[in-house]
Nanobody
Framework: QVQLVETGGGLVQPGGSLRLSCAAS????????MGWFRQAPGKERNFIAA????????AYTNSVKGRFTISRDNAKNTVDLQMNSLKPEDTAVYYC??????????????????WGQGTQVTVSS
């Protein structure tokens, strides 16, 4: 089992920045990649970004490219999501996720095995 805990959410004005962090514990040695998803009220959970644990290869959804950056610290077992130029449409609960297998797309939540509890990000003036 892998436990994930997200921190760093909050209220920010449009154009502002936030940094989310996800701390992983437990059997992290089996982790292939980590990802961030978000879910707005009444909508499905959508992929934001992912990073492979060993090589650091990254993937992003188009709507956040150039604004969000995913990074990992293998020594600390953490994955961060730096979010810049935030927009009201970025408002959602943000979830950290971990997957064991390299098979399957990064973009689909079904391929992730473990999830954090989520952290709220609200972008509003």
């Amino acid at each position: 089992q892998v436990q994930l805990v997200e921190t760093g959410g909050g209220l920010v004005q449009p154009g502002g920045s936030l940094r989310l962090s996800c701390a992983a514990s437990g059997r992290t040695g089996s982790t292939y990649a980590m990802g961030w998803f978000r879910q707005a009220p009444g909508k499905e959970r959508n992929f934001i970004a992912a990073i492979t644990w060993s090589s650091g290869n990254t993937a992003y959804t188009n709507s956040v490219k150039g604004r969000f950056t995913i990074s990992r610290d293998n020594a600390k077992n953490t994955v961060d999501l730096q979010m810049n130029s935030l927009k009201p449409e970025d408002t959602a609960v943000y979830y950290c996720a971990a997957r064991k297998s390299p098979s399957g797309s990064f973009y689909y939540a079904t391929y992730y095995d473990y999830w954090g509890q989520g952290t709220q990000v609200t972008v509003s003036s």
